[in-house]
């Protein structure tokens, strides 16, 4: 079964017949991680950041942000029986999708944000897939915790 995870959306799951995919990361974060001992899995597509612009929108949905959705994602992954020490964590986008002259280069503080949060609590990634200028789609199978990500090259 294929699970969308959809933008500023995050799912977790435990079952080994699940594939959860994410489409058209732009300047988009798409995070995976996966315990291979527990067999959880889980994925998030945050949209910016951070949510102190906008606490409001955090508080209804904790997943469009980097700083509230990342431990989100870690939280529920740990009530299904993941262990910190087993999880190997992919991360993947954070594109420059305007041609690189973007005011706001929303995909290099997405790539910045991931890389902080990650590591002021000691997860290093096994994969970065990381800026550039194309879109990318990630899956995780939840069954062999492997994680595919393709690229689709756009023309400006």
Do not use: W
């Not at 079952?15 to 315990?35: E, H, M, P, Q, V």
């Not at 190997?88 to 910045?112: D, H, I, P, Y």
């Amino acid at each position: 079964m294929k699970i969308t995870v959809g933008v500023a959306d995050m799912k977790i799951s435990t079952d080994a017949k699940t594939r959860l995919a994410t489409y058209s990361l732009g300047s988009c974060i798409g995070i995976t991680i996966y315990d291979p001992l527990a067999r959880v899995g889980g994925m998030l597509h945050y949209l910016m950041p951070e949510s102190r612009f906008d606490r409001e929108k955090a508080v209804e949905n904790p997943f469009r942000y980097a700083d509230t959705g990342i431990p989100a994602l870690f939280k529920e992954a740990y009530k299904k029986g993941a262990q910190k020490d087993r999880i190997r964590v992919v991360v993947a986008g954070g594109a420059c999708t305007r041609g690189g002259s973007g005011v706001f280069k929303v995909g290099e503080l997405n790539q910045q944000a991931a890389r902080r949060i990650l590591a002021r609590n000691r997860i290093k990634p096994g994969y970065i897939d990381l800026g550039g200028n194309v879109s990318r789609t990630v899956t995780l199978d939840i069954g062999t915790g492997n994680v595919t990500i393709s690229s689709l090259i756009c023309q400006y």
